[in-house]
């Protein structure tokens, strides 16, 4: 069972759901030591007194909010908890809106929500009914020290709570120079479409997230593990000399030719995969009945 972050309740008008809030990231992360290239062995980050220069432990460390020049409130946990009980609790429903309406730039960090023992029956109630009405519920919530807006949204048998970053947040796109949507305007060409919709048609299938794999990782282990067969763990890469960029201005593209090839080349793959598939499927039943 993963950790707890905290355990409060949804709400929503006069219902009440117990649930717990879990994290539902699992990145794949390097823990990387800082090292003196002159030794290779690890550096270290002293935590000390800037007055006195004394080092500090743990257990001396406390948090304080800076109000008047080399002047602090001391705040602990319980205190972020006290100052608004209900708020560090609760995940609060304010309205429900399509799910479509909300851009994707918005979703920030996912999170599931758990229901407790005395929670089931409200849980599942909430969950069938986004599901069913195609909603999401847009709530208030405080995780740790910062109050964020959040979408509810069903998956399975989860009910997943997606932060969302404020409006402010998000950068405005005018600032970009972006081409125009009237595309007879920018030169794109009806038969351009029709070709990229075929293209686009042509390599549409289910949704499969485990199809999707994180390459660069599995690289990046794999050169890794070259170094310690080579026995070079020490040695430093230096940087590869860069190459001179073509000039891009001026390049005429020809999109309509690149299109075609594209569906054909794909019109090709999925042939061939089919014909692996079958052959596949043929070898397997000679297998059974030999």
């Known amino acids: ?21 879990y994290s539902a990231e699992k990145r794949n992360n390097f823990d990387l030591t800082m090292l003196d290239r002159r030794a290779m062995k690890p550096v270290g980050f002293k935590r000390y007194n800037k007055e ?9 460390i406390v948090k304080g909010y800076e109000y008047e020049k080399d002047r602090y409130v001391v705040l602990t946990e319980e205190d972020f908890k006290r100052a608004n009980v209900e708020a560090t609790q609760t995940v609060e429903i304010l309205s429900f809106v399509d799910g479509k309406e909300i851009a994707p ?3 920030e960090t996912p999170y599931y929500l758990a229901p407790d023992k005395r929670g ?3 849980y599942a109630l909430l969950r069938e009914t986004l599901r069913e009405t195609g909603k999401v519920g847009i709530a208030n919530v405080v995780i740790r020290t910062r109050q964020y807006v959040a979408a509810l949204l069903p998956m399975d048998d989860v009910i997943v709570m997606n932060t969302l970053r404020y409006a402010g947040e998000i950068r405005a796109a005018d600032e970009f120079d ?15 479409i029709e070709m990229a919709t075929k293209l686009v048609d042509g390599m549409t299938e289910a949704w499969q997230p485990d199809r999707y794999r994180d390459t660069y990782h599995e690289d990046l282990m794999a050169l890794i593990e070259k170094r310690i067969e080579a026995g070079q763990t020490e040695t430093i890469t230096e940087p590869a000399e860069a190459e001179e960029e073509r000039p891009a201005r001026g390049e005429v593209v020809d999109l309509m030719a690149l299109l075609k090839r594209s569906v054909e080349e794909k019109a090709k793959d999925r042939r061939t995969g089919a014909q692996g598939k079958k052959g596949r499927a043929e070898r397997e039943a000679k297998r059974k009945t030999a």
Do not use: C, N, Q
Request: glycine content about 12%; aromatic content about 10%.
């Open 1 to 21: 069972m993963p950790r707890t972050l905290w355990k409060g309740a949804i709400s929503f008008g006069l219902v009440h759901i117990p649930v717990g809030l």
């Open 178 to 192: 972006l081409p125009s949507r009237d595309l007879a305007a920018v030169g794109v060409s009806p038969r351009e």
């Open 52 to 60: 006195t220069g004394e080092d500090v432990s743990w257990d001396d």
């Open 105 to 107: 730039l918005y979703f």
């Open 120 to 122: 089931h029956k409200g």
